[in-house]
């Protein structure tokens, strides 16, 4: 029986373990600094620095701590909902008022907005 340099045998796969909640990376940054509910307050040396979570409660909430997890994280390169469905082209039946065919939610009343999420909050039930 031939064994590899690394202790394998020829044609046998290796298999992958992921272990959740494991030991966390710590080389990486805080997820602070690309979140959304993050305020960052810097000065002008490295510890002079000041880092609020509007995500925790009412009010922001001081992280006094590097934050390599968080429940509430949204990344801030990310497009909102919101701002996604600005961009979308919705399929909107004929109407007295229009034809049927696609239109741009940013393009759209205020109440068809409203009448449009309800069906979609309708639809997740």
Do not use: N
């Amino acid at each position: 029986m031939a064994v590899s340099v690394h202790g394998e045998r020829p044609g046998v796969q290796r298999m992958r373990i992921k272990v959740h909640r494991g030991t966390p990376i710590h080389d990486g940054g805080s997820l602070c600094y690309t979140c959304h509910h993050s305020t960052i307050t810097q000065g002008q040396t490295l510890d002079e620095e000041i880092v609020l979570c509007a995500a925790l409660d009412r009010r922001s909430t001081a992280i006094t701590f590097k934050v390599t997890a968080c429940s509430s994280y949204m990344d801030s390169s990310l497009p909102t909902y919101w701002e996604l469905m600005q961009k979308a082209w919705i399929l909107q039946p004929g109407s007295r008022k229009r034809p049927a065919g696609f239109v741009r939610a940013s393009e759209l009343q205020d109440e068809e907005i409203s009448q449009l999420m309800a069906g979609l909050a309708r639809h997740d039930d």
